[in-house]
């Protein structure tokens, strides 16, 4: 973005808001994303085809499919979290949709998890009840082929493309602070997985192996579940204006401290401390400063703080700084 475009939002005390608004990294990393997305979801739908037509009773083929299929949702809600969050401030959302994100981040979070409890309720099941699948032949140009086969090569094709556009959503979530597109990663790692854990499963069977079918599926299950959990419990907490965390839910985010010792060198002010709001992309800062007993507090300084917090980061989407008697604890980062 040009230095025009940054003057032009800083003199607007961080008010703007949308897609517009975001920096040249950040928009070439949204661009970027919304093409693999729309890719994503190209090789979804070919795989959520060919999988069924091969699945047969297959307990981890039936799996895959479901997986499949539930991995449209990710991407699905990202595409439209994008394009809701964009949406200019009004009366009735004066805070802006940014929003949206954090929704698209719990339909990710809750199709990942669903996914997870399936796999790991229709694998365990079959262990339990001794179900032998059944894999006939089928014929193909003249010729008799088990069906198995090509179980192998759908399911092997199948996890290419997950594979790479997994990994390619990484650089770009993290550059957005996307949780959406990180939850979908964490998706595509699952579908790789699941392709990879049903080929074993279906040699297995090749080999008299009856059961190994249902164990690699509930194997990779339980990763799943474990993805899933941490994503639907960070997506609740960000909706829930918990302290903001990485774009990966690891640590609490590195902006919380500088905003705290930007607040620590203000010279009029004795005590400091900030609420942090995760809106999806962006925050909401709310910064409260205990005045020195006789300094003159005026609007010119707090404007002052607000301008240097605006400019900490393009994250930082809204600012309000207010002097208070005394600071919460709560307001202060670990």
């Not at 799943?224 to 774009?247: C, H, K, M, Q, Y």
């Not at 690891?250 to 009029?268: E, F, K, N, S």
Request: aromatic residues 6%; contains cysteine.
């Amino acid at each position: 973005m040009s230095a025009e475009r940054d003057d032009d939002r800083r003199s607007r005390g961080a008010s703007g808001i949308g897609r517009d608004d975001l920096p040249d990294d950040q928009r070439a990393a949204l661009r970027r994303a919304v093409r693999l997305e729309w890719a994503t979801l190209a090789v979804l739908v070919v795989t959520v085809a060919a999988v069924y037509a091969v699945s047969g009773q297959s307990q981890a083929m039936k799996a895959a499919w479901i997986e499949d299929s539930l991995s449209l949702l990710p991407p699905i809600a990202f595409l439209v979290a994008v394009r809701i969050a964009r949406t200019p401030p009004s009366a009735r959302f004066p805070y802006g949709r940014h929003r949206a994100v954090g929704i698209g981040h719990l339909v990710a979070a809750v199709a990942l998890l669903t996914m997870g409890a399936f796999l790991v309720f229709d694998s365990a099941t079959g262990l339990v009840t001794g179900e032998r699948p059944p894999l006939g032949v089928v014929e193909i140009g003249g010729r008799v082929v088990w069906s198995g086969w090509l179980m192998i090569v759908v399911m092997g094709l199948s996890v290419i493309g997950p594979f790479f556009l997994g990994r390619m959503k990484a650089a770009p979530a993290e550059t957005l602070h996307d949780k959406v597109l990180y939850a979908d990663a964490d998706m595509n790692r699952a579908d790789w997985k699941t392709g990879l854990a049903t080929i074993v499963g279906v040699l297995g069977i090749a080999v008299g192996l009856w059961w190994a079918d249902a164990v690699a599926a509930l194997v990779v299950s339980v990763s799943i579940v474990r993805d899933g959990w941490s994503n639907l419990r960070g997506a609740i907490e960000g909706l829930a204006d918990a302290r903001p965390t990485r774009f990966d839910g690891t640590d609490p985010h590195p902006l919380v401290y500088r905003i705290d010792d930007l607040l620590a060198g203000v010279d009029w002010a004795d005590d400091h401390g900030a609420r942090v709001r995760d809106q999806g992309h962006v925050f909401h800062v709310e910064a409260f400063l205990v005045p020195s007993p006789g300094r003159e507090v005026t609007v010119e300084r707090l404007a002052d703080v607000r301008r240097r917090l605006a400019e900490l980061s393009w994250k930082i989407e809204d600012v309000v700084v207010t002097v208070v008697p005394q600071v919460h604890d709560a307001h202060r980062p670990c």
